[in-house]
């Protein structure tokens, strides 16, 4: 008999959108919370525009971004702007035990949906806001997406060449961070009126919870004035460093010589005795002084090799490596496989299809990770009717109203 899941009883009310706040609500839905999801067809939700999409059909109900960051989610579709669909929202905070959203500070008072105005409906309310950078402030009103926090944060002036332009962490680097401390805190306030009665409001700036990622540059200039800048693949600490060529079409794979054992048998792989006995690489500082010219020499070697047969090699001689693994890697990758990283579930229009399973693993209360994410109002009939206790008579009027779209 399956174990009841942690959340089950706890029910969300989601105003979420894009890839920051939903990644906390997907996570909670995984453990069995029942998320309401609210969106409109007059603003959908700009992920659903994003690929890669499913059978390369670039509708809204296609896009796998969206498929996985609202799996085990509900859908429900309101235009808020009609008077109806805010008594919806104003039943769904009676229903609920948290409110979540994703917007800049001016769009839930707006719409009357701010903190203190739930509040007066809902005392023991735990609600959360999430926005770039929070709720107050001189640049409380700057609306953005990850990207933007990333450059903001000053993850963009850190990644790179020295001789080139900041490129900066891949994509939207900080919607990916964001959300494991908005869950955290989100927790922490569930426990907290669990134990107390008492709800709360948590006001979390995204580009805040991504610098903790930016501990040490932070910390070193502060107290030593040292200004961190793009180094490329070189270490402080580590020589050979670097990502290599390696043989196919824009393949590469990554090795990091930590020490002095590291880098015979690296040589040793590579059937290099030669330098494996120069005593010009005989240290870290012998080697770190000369890392153009053994970068140049271990590149050699890789582009000869199939990334995956290096990486078999190295490791298996002690020496860190990895292949710069593609979408095609990851998908076979048996790591992942052993842990069922993906998991096959299906979407009402798209079909079958794949999306990541929970990040955690609970060997008492496993996730559920069974259905993407909905179609646009694909269980509006489902809320309304069995989870608000609306008569059929009152749905239609809802509809007559406009109020459900």
Same mark, same amino acid.
């Given at each position: 008999?399956?174990? =009841? ?48 999409? =499913? ?17 085990? =989610?509900?859908?429900? *579709? ?25 917007? *800049?500070? =001016? ?8 903190? %203190? ?64 401390? !908005? ?13 107390? !009665? ?30 961190? *800048? ?17 043989? !196919? ?43 153009? @010219? ?5 590149? &050699? ?24 693994? @593609? ?19 299906? &979407? *009402?229009?798209? !079909? ?25 109002? %694909? ?17 239609? %009027?809802?509809?007559?109203? %406009?109020?459900?779209?």
């Amino acid at each position: 008999m399956a174990r =009841k899941l942690p959340l089950a009883d706890v029910k969300v009310l989601d105003f979420m959108w894009v890839l920051a706040g939903p990644g906390i609500t997907r996570s909670m839905a995984d453990y069995g919370a029942t998320i309401v999801r609210i969106e409109s067809a007059g603003r959908i939700d700009p992920v659903r525009t994003v690929g890669p999409f =499913k059978g390369n059909n670039p509708g809204l109900e296609y896009s796998g971004l969206y498929a996985n960051n609202n799996a085990g =989610k509900l859908a429900l *579709s309101l235009d808020l702007s009609k008077p109806g669909a805010r008594e919806v929202v104003f039943d769904l905070v009676r229903w609920a035990d948290v409110v979540c959203e994703a917007f *800049s500070p =001016k769009a839930m008072r707006a719409w009357g949906f701010d903190y %203190e105005s739930l509040r007066a409906i809902k005392p023991d309310l735990v609600m959360l806001s999430t926005c770039l950078m929070g709720q107050t402030g001189p640049l409380a009103r700057f609306a953005g997406f990850g990207n933007l926090a990333a450059a903001l944060c000053g993850f963009y002036n850190l990644v790179g060449w020295p001789d080139r332009t900041p490129s900066g962490p891949y994509s939207a680097y900080t919607d990916y961070i964001a959300p494991r401390f !908005g869950l955290v805190a989100l927790m922490a306030a569930l426990i907290h009126r669990k134990r107390t !009665g008492q709800g709360q409001y948590i006001d979390q700036a995204q580009a805040e919870s991504a610098m903790q990622f930016l501990t040490i540059p932070i910390l070193d200039c502060a107290a030593n004035g040292t200004v961190y *800048s793009p180094v490329a693949n070189y270490d402080p600490s580590h020589a050979p460093h670097g990502v290599y060529p390696a043989a !196919g079409d824009d393949r590469w794979i990554a090795i990091a010589c930590a020490t002095d054992a590291h880098w015979q048998a690296l040589c040793a792989v590579m059937k290099r005795p030669d330098l494996a006995a120069d005593k010009r690489y005989a240290t870290f500082a012998a080697r770190d002084a000369r890392r153009l @010219e053994l970068d140049a020499a271990v590149a &050699q070697w890789t582009m000869q090799f199939d990334p995956h047969a290096s990486e078999r090699a190295l490791q298996a001689a002690g020496v860190p490596a990895h292949t710069v693994q @593609e979408s095609a890697d990851l998908a076979a990758d048996p790591q992942l496989a052993h842990r069922d990283h993906f998991v096959k579930v299906t &979407q *009402s229009v798209a !079909g079958a299809t794949a999306v990541e399973n929970s990040r955690y693993k609970m060997s008492g209360t496993p996730a559920r990770v069974d259905r993407a994410g909905p179609a646009l109002g %694909e269980d509006n009939h489902h809320v309304l009717h069995d989870l608000l206790g609306y008569s059929d008579d009152r749905i239609s %009027e809802l509809v007559a109203a %406009e109020a459900l779209g």
